[in-house]
């Protein structure tokens, strides 16, 4: 199995979609780049996989050389393509019609890939053919192994980029009402929108009261060093169709670390051993009880790491990735 693989090498995304997963899967060659041109096509590939679609090519010119090369074309989604009014990226989109872009690439892949049933279900309305491959980690390995800091004060934590800025201000009032040590660590990017990240971290730690600690944007082999700095992971959702469709991979993160993890009770978070939200009043409940009561801790960590290894380990994953490719290029060497 020969793959011709198109991502950028600092995309969080295209790290965890494409880059981490073909590394670890067995294959004969893999080309993992960001330069696209037809030279790079001529090479007997298999397979040429991205994720969501290519700034630089079209999906006409990428169909005209699936014919020439011969190559079977699979397009990744870990994310819905339709953004809420009230998302950052939202006017973007618009403007540059990204979703039909998103769209046009689907419609002509030989196979689409995704994180979960109901994101599935929407790319089967525009291709049925679709199979899913949901985040997962190589647990105990590489950046995901269970090291952390040693803290004097329990640690709350938070990751992620400045499209989040719904999402934190969910926690505003119950950050608020915290009244004992704790600390609060955040770690992530802003998109070149300062003022987005400066609301979030000024939510998150209640105006730099509680103790703050914050990590910028570190590279995607190393992101996880954050993580180490942390005891309870607080994971805010805002809940709509756009929030549905992403993937569970900020509690998959947190259970390298054998940590608890407070979450919103909406998708893709459903039915998983954490601590859920189902009122704003939850959010304090959880954070004082978990904070206080070490045993309750390690228990509810210790749960979802058991968890998400036995169900989001990457090698057992890779095992799925690796048949379904071989089946859609006809190998029946499998």
Known sequence: MRILAITNKFSGVGYHRIMMP?????KD???????????????????????????STDAKLLVKMKIKYNFKLIVDNDDYWILPPSHVLAQRYRESNIAEIITEYMRVADLC?????????????????VEILPNALPYGEEQFQDNKLESDMVRLFWSGSGTH??????LRNPMKKINFPVRTVIAGYNLGEKHLWDRMIGVFTNGLKLNPTIYDYAEISKYMGAYADSDI????LVENKFGSMKSN??????ASKKNPAIVSNVHPYKDMPVCYVNKQEDWYKWIKLLTFDEAAR????QKLFDYCN?????????NKRFAIYNKLIGNANI
Request: net charge negative.
């Open 22 to 26: 073909l590394v670890n899967m067995k």
């Open 29 to 55: 060659y893999c080309l993992i780049t960001d330069t696209i041109n037809e030279a790079v096509f001529d090479n007997n590939y298999d397979i040429v996989l991205f994720n969501r679609f290519l700034a």
């Open 113 to 129: 890939t995704c994180t979960h049933e109901r994101l599935a279900e929407e790319i089967y309305k525009l291709n049925p053919n």
């Open 165 to 170: 800025v719904p999402d934190l201000d969910i």
């Open 233 to 236: 992971s607080i994971i805010p």
């Open 249 to 254: 991979l900020k509690v998959l993160e947190t």
């Open 298 to 301: 390690i228990e509810y960590g």
């Open 310 to 318: 036995t169900n989001f380990n990457l090698h057992t994953i890779n």
